[in-house]
T-cell receptor, first 113, second 113 residues
Framework: DTGVSQDPRHKITKRGQNVTFRCDPI?????LYWYRQTLGQGPEFLTY????????KSRLLSDRFSAERPKGSFSTLEIQRTEQGDSAMYLC???????????FGSGTRLTVV | GQQLNQSPQSMFIQEGEDVSMNCTSS?????WLWYKQEPGEGPVLLIA?????ELTSNGRLTAQFGITRKDSFLNISASIPSDVGIYFC?????????????FGGGTRLMVKP
């Protein structure tokens, strides 16, 4: 297993466009998390899934953000009508329910121009 | 969003020196974690602390979970150039939003050979 995989690594988009990022967790991990990291800051929690159920989404930054994990394996994070303030690193992480601390992926760096 | 208070923000030291950084919070956590992040990558878990007062080592790294459960420190002994990176503390309150992590703002470590 090569760890948590995120795609793409970098994305440049024009303001107003929609973007979608993919995360493939470690295969036996049933929890999957999305975080956002802006320059010079620590990661900030957005949402998480246990298997296919999204159990916390109140911290998604606005209704332009949505996430799915349709079969309890990979997940996607979509941002609609992107704004310049959405420019950040989007990190995915996974874990087992009984393990504290996660394994993070390398992130997707989004630049909105 | 809420972040932990991490200090110092940056350190520039000579190879071979010891390093100490700490993290404080107004909230109690069940678990404290220390991560290291290198440019363009996601955070990598270094040490996890599960009990107030616990002192844990991982090679040249030593971390402690404060008695009040509101603070933690990380020491790096005999620093080497590959220690360069950003070190983040993270607090975890079990069963809160799937064991979400609250991160500090990071300590940027630079090591002069």
């Amino acid at each position: 297993d090569t760890g948590v995989s995120q795609d793409p690594r970098h994305k440049i988009t024009k303001r107003g466009q929609n973007v979608t990022f993919r995360c493939d967790p470690i295969s036996e991990h049933n929890r999957l998390y999305w975080y956002r990291q802006t320059l010079g800051q620590g990661p900030e929690f957005l949402t998480y899934f246990q298997n296919e159920a999204q159990l916390e989404k109140s911290r998604l930054l606005s209704d332009r953000f949505s996430a799915e994990r349709p079969k309890g394996s990979f997940s996607t994070l979509e941002i609609q009508r992107t704004e310049q303030g959405d420019s950040a690193m989007y990190l995915c992480a996974s874990s087992l329910v009984t393990v504290y601390g996660y394994t993070f992926g390398s992130g997707t760096r989004l630049t909105v121009v | 969003g809420q972040q932990l208070n991490q200090s110092p923000q940056s350190m520039f030291i000579q190879e071979g020196e010891d390093v100490s950084m700490n993290c404080t919070s107004s909230s109690i956590f069940n678990t404290w974690l220390w991560y290291k992040q290198e440019p363009g990558e996601g955070p990598v878990l270094l040490i996890a602390l599960y009990k107030a007062g616990e002192l844990t080592s991982n090679g040249r790294l030593t971390a402690q979970f404060g008695i009040t459960r509101k603070d933690s420190f990380l020491n790096i002994s005999a620093s080497i150039p590959s220690d360069v990176g950003i070190y983040f503390c993270a607090g975890q309150f079990l069963n809160n939003a799937g064991n979400m992590l609250t991160f500090g703002g990071g300590t940027r470590l630079m090591v002069k050979p």
